[in-house]
């Protein structure tokens, strides 16, 4: 089977928003398990359903929409990790999200 590499970020504890090319389908979606990486080590997750999905062209080099929101299995309590934000002032942190789906068979 194969594998890809995506991003996303999460809008809650359980809805991901990542793009179109990476989970068009609801049969992608079933397809798409989900590595989140805390500060407590990776957590694992999957696809559940899509909410939403849109692309405006079938051609990726001339697409301005690109996007799917999906609802993903459990809760992800937040915050996962952080960093310093280069121009906030200092001591300023920002929470962030670092996704990726990995093949089943990883």
Not at 42 to 65: G, K, N, Y
Not at 71 to 86: A, V, W
Request: aromatic content about 6%; some cysteine.
């Amino acid at each position: 089977a194969s594998s890809s590499v995506c991003t996303g970020f999460l809008v809650s504890s359980d809805r991901l928003v990542t793009n179109h090319h990476c989970v068009p389908t609801p049969e992608a979606c079933r397809n798409t398990f989900i590595s989140i990486h805390t500060n407590q080590g990776p957590r694992r997750s999957r696809c559940l359903s899509i909410e939403f999905t849109e692309a405006d062209s079938d051609v990726p080099t001339e697409r301005s929409t690109d996007l799917t929101v999906m609802t993903i299995e459990g809760s992800i309590p937040s915050p996962y990790f952080l960093i310093h934000e280069r121009k906030a002032s200092p001591g300023r942190e920002v929470t962030t999200w670092v996704i990726d789906h990995v093949s089943v068979l990883e």
